[in-house]
């Protein structure tokens, strides 16, 4: 939340240059406060987790989120119950004359297939079309934000040679964005996918810059330049043993897999995970909410 202080209090100057929330007495003073509102677009097969892994998230501030539930009609849901859906969660045409502060669009294990080939692409299409006009702000997650990439700026995705699998090591790449305030110099995110946006395809489109990188996962936190757009290609929403439990499930079935790096003490399985993910992943969510929905969506939806 911002720091209210006098108008002319000589500390303002330093602060703001620092990127630092400052309201002053007299905005303070004629501020209309209202709950945001999150429509959360979830593709991943295990609904009910991660729709708390990422409302852990998102609640961990003192702004008021009203979060609106989406699911895909062009797709049938099998690992949920059908009345999870039918109680909790909207259609696009539920939705579709809505406009909403935040848009935020999950993980999908369909990233060994084409876009095109998804049984949902074309209705996804829409709802990225939609948010043009109905959404202040979009964070893209992991296969969400791979087709993000494509549909607004056309960069592909390439397969990667084998899984990434594990937690690994991100350097600041710009170190002044709000979106990273409180992130060490590096940082930790969990990674579990076989597919890549290459680095070099970014930061060829001057639309869009890299906040966070590592030498092995590559990019793993991308945004626009006009702050209406952000792409985490990893999973900081991940509890502590999503990928424990990923693991164990690909090795019950038999699957050639590696042990996640960087995840178990000396990659032991037998013990118990190590956590070096949780506070920057606490920070993304809450300085995504605070500097780029909360004081940027204007009060009044129908403006945007």
Known sequence: MPVRIPDALPATSTLESENIFVMTETRAMHQDIRPLRVLLLNLMPTKIVTETQLMRKLSN???????????????DASNVAPEHLETFYRTFEEVREN???????????????????????DELCDIFEWSRTN????????????????????I???????????????????????????????????????????????????????????????????????????????????DHDT????????????????IPANYYPDDDPTREPLVQWRAEAQLLYTNWLNYYVYQATPYDLNEL
């Open 61 to 75: 501030t003192p702004l008021q989120i009203e979060i609106e539930l989406l699911r895909m009609a062009s797709h």
């Open 243 to 258: 990928l424990k439990r990923e693991y164990d499930r690909d090795i019950a079935a038999g699957l050639d897999i590696k």
């Open 135 to 154: 959404v202040y702000s979009c964070l893209f997650i992991c296969w969400g934000a791979q087709a993000a990439m494509q549909y607004f700026y056309h």
């Open 99 to 121: 406009r909403y502060d935040g848009l935020i669009v999950t993980g999908a294990p369909v990233e060994k297939l084409d876009f095109e080939d998804v049984d949902y692409w």
């Open 156 to 238: 592909a995705k390439h397969d990667l040679p084998e899984k990434m699998f594990g937690v690994f090591p991100h350097r600041l790449m710009k170190s002044t964005s709000p979106l990273v305030r409180g992130f060490n110099d590096i940082s930790y995110m969990p990674h579990s996918r076989h597919t890549e946006v290459r680095y070099e395809d970014i930061v060829a489109n001057q639309n869009l810059e890299v906040i966070t990188y590592s030498d092995v996962a590559g990019p793993s936190i991308v945004k626009s330049t006009d702050s209406r757009h952000f792409f985490v290609f990893g999973h900081p929403e991940y």
